[in-house]
């Protein structure tokens, strides 16, 4: 079962970016579809963006569509976020996420394995 870590969280001002990475500790993660979701207070844990394990089919919710890039080196056993154009609404904790199922690649419910999560906080 693949073990997540996540960093590169921090504060950051309105339009900045930040990037996100994602650690498989057990090596595996090659086998593995993989998400970021995020949670803010008082709200549910949405949809980011994901990424099939070959790197080939990403999806992202519409709002960090054209804004927030995933990427993933399976070499390295690393899952990226790229995220430009930083706005408050995105302050969040960030999560990353692992499957091996199949269904809506949108849907938490899907995802089976998760990491601790960093939180990214957006000052306007």
């Known amino acids: 079962q693949v073990q997540l870590k996540e960093s590169g969280g921090g504060l950051v001002q309105a ?3 930040l990037r996100l990475s994602c650690v498989d500790y057990t090596f595996t993660m090659e086998r593995y579809h993989m998400g970021w ?15 099939d394990w070959k790197g080939a089919i990403t999806s992202y919710a519409d709002s960090v569509q054209g804004r927030f ?10 899952l990226y976020l ?9 302050t969040a904790v960030y999560y990353c996420a692992a499957t091996t199922g199949f269904g809506n ?6 995802y089976d394995n ?11």
């Open 15 to 17: 339009g900045g970016s």
């Open 37 to 51: 979701f995020r949670q803010a207070p008082g709200r549910e844990r949405d949809f980011v963006a994901s990424i």
């Open 69 to 78: 890039t995933v990427s993933r080196d399976n070499a390295e056993n690393k």
């Open 82 to 90: 790229q995220m430009n154009s930083l706005k408050p609404e995105d």
């Open 105 to 110: 690649i949108r849907s938490r419910a899907l």
């Open 114 to 124: 998760w990491g601790q999560g960093t939180q990214v906080t957006v000052s306007s």
